[in-house]
């Protein structure tokens, strides 16, 4: 079935440090792929989205580039603020019957000053 | 914007009881799911529903069921909780297949 892998954390930078978190995937046909960002106390919230190979989506200074090569999909931002300390998700639509979502473990996100 | 509301932000329930989480949807979307969250897991799929009345098992169904009596509104229910189902629970709703899912702030149930 669908999975995402994505790379172990909790990450903690310094503000304005280059971010990258890595994920990757498996499934079946052409998933459209997602990052999804979870600030302390809310639900996740959707950050960016490509729905097909080659596309980059780019939200807030996050980019992600869907990677179909190396079926990857990882989140980057060049310089991270405070504000940007987060649980963040990677997860795919398998193109499958009614858009349910498989996600990946989150990753934790600590910016300090 | 879409608005996701789920009934309550904390439960607390015994071992055994009957639990009902509730969500409700204010921009007429045919999709729900319930997922919960666990720490290391991610979120992981207990149910969905496409339609009224209509629903499909996810990943992890095994002791809970699901209410759809109206578009709007999508219930989640632990038939006899346990303690294994301590858990952050997520409701979402889409309009379609490639649309994004909407989350509700959660219900951080405990079962003592």
């Known amino acids: 079935g669908d999975s995402v892998t994505q790379m172990e954390g909790p990450v903690t930078l310094s503000e304005e440090a280059f971010l990258t978190i890595n994920c990757t995937y498996t499934?079946?046909?052409?998933?459209?792929l997602f990052w999804y960002v979870q600030y302390p106390g809310e639900g996740l919230q959707l950050l960016l989205k490509?729905?097909?190979?080659?596309d980059k989506g780019s939200n807030k200074g996050f980019e992600a580039t869907y990677r179909k090569e190396t079926t990857s999909f990882h989140l980057e931002k060049g310089s991270v603020q405070v504000s940007d300390s987060a649980v963040y998700f990677c997860?795919?639509?398998?193109?499958?019957?009614?858009?349910?979502?498989?996600f990946g473990q989150g990753t934790i996100l600590t910016v300090h000053p | 914007d879409v608005k996701v509301t789920q009934s309550s932000r904390y439960l607390v329930k015994r071992t055994g009881e009957k639990v009902f989480l509730e969500c409700v949807q204010d921009m007429d979307h045919e999709n729900m799911f319930w997922y919960r969250q666990d720490p290391g897991l991610g979120l992981r799929l207990i149910y969905f529903?496409?339609?009224?009345?209509?629903?499909e098992k996810g990943d992890i169904p095994e002791g809970y069921s699901v209410s759809r009596e109206k578009k709007e509104r999508f219930s989640l229910i632990l038939e006899s909780a346990s303690t294994n189902q301590t858990s952050m629970y997520l409701c979402?709703?889409?309009?379609?297949?490639?649309?994004?899912?909407?989350f509700g702030n959660g219900t951080r149930l405990t079962v003592t």
């Open positions: 499934a079946t046909g052409y998933p459209s």
């Open positions: 490509a729905t097909k190979a080659d």
């Open positions: 529903s496409y339609d009224v009345k209509m629903k």
């Open positions: 997860a795919l639509s398998g193109g499958t019957s009614y858009g349910k979502l498989t």
């Open positions: 979402a709703s889409s309009l379609g297949i490639i649309s994004p899912l909407h």
